[in-house]
């Protein structure tokens, strides 16, 4: 009897806890260098290159930070692990998408690596006009078209952006304009929220049922 109690509260327990949602969001772009700044600290990119990219973030599906305007939320971030290829380069790290609603709407995709005692941040921005935050990552738009539509048919800035700094020293920095973007669709990982509570309690069930046995030993002895 008492088994089956405990049986019948773990389930309603794994039951009734919801599940989290892990996402994960590949993004491929093409782009071409504009701009190199302080180009006696970096090598291998020039105005004019061509830039070839892939960022690969994992991230909760839904924000897990919310910035509010008045009372109402106007930024949303998504903060995660990720890794950007860039050219044959890779670093990996902090990742991040951001999205920015009022007044204004932009949207963002990042990777920072602060190993060796410098950062280098990779990321892609786009600004438009006002538009609602997405809410979930499953809303993201998957194309350079379907980010303009999202912006309003008004993408004000597309860019891509390479920043290297260390303490107190900004080493360079180097800016692409976006020419292609595919973002893959999100996949998620249910992950129940209660797992270990579930193992802890089906051991507990295993030892009731040792003692249980060892009792009916005793009671034939």
């Known amino acids: ?52 990219g892939k960022m690969i973030l ?11 305007s008045g009372g109402v939320p106007d930024f949303d971030a998504y903060d995660g692990t990720g890794s950007s290829t860039l050219n044959g380069s890779q670093i990996s790290g902090f990742g991040t998408v951001t999205n920015r609603s009022m007044g204004f709407a932009s949207l963002s995709f990042g990777v920072t690596d602060l190993s060796g005692g410098k950062s280098f941040t990779h990321s892609l921005y786009f600004e438009g006009s006002a538009a609602p935050l997405l809410g979930s ?19 004000s800035y597309s860019q891509g952006n390479i920043f290297a700094s260390r303490p107190g020293a900004h080493l360079y920095d180097i ?16 992950i129940p929220a209660t797992l270990p509570l579930l193992v802890s309690a089906l051991g507990g069930l295993g030892l009731l049922r040792a003692a249980g046995t060892r009792a009916k030993r005793k009671q034939r002895h």
């Open 58 to 68: 994992s991230l909760p599906d839904t924000p897990d930070y919310r910035g509010y």
């Open 175 to 190: 800016t692409w304009s976006v020419a292609s973007l595919n973002v893959s669709p999100v996949s998620q990982t249910p």
């Open 137 to 155: 990552l499953e809303n993201l738009p998957h194309t350079l078209a379907a980010i303009q539509n999202y912006l309003g048919n008004h993408l």
């Open 1 to 52: 009897m008492l088994k089956s109690l405990l049986f019948a509260a773990v389930l309603s327990l794994f039951c009734g806890s919801g599940v989290a949602a892990a996402a994960t969001i590949e993004i491929d772009y093409t782009g071409v260098v504009t701009q190199v700044n302080n180009s006696t600290q970096v090598s291998g990119y020039t105005v004019g290159q061509s830039i070839t």
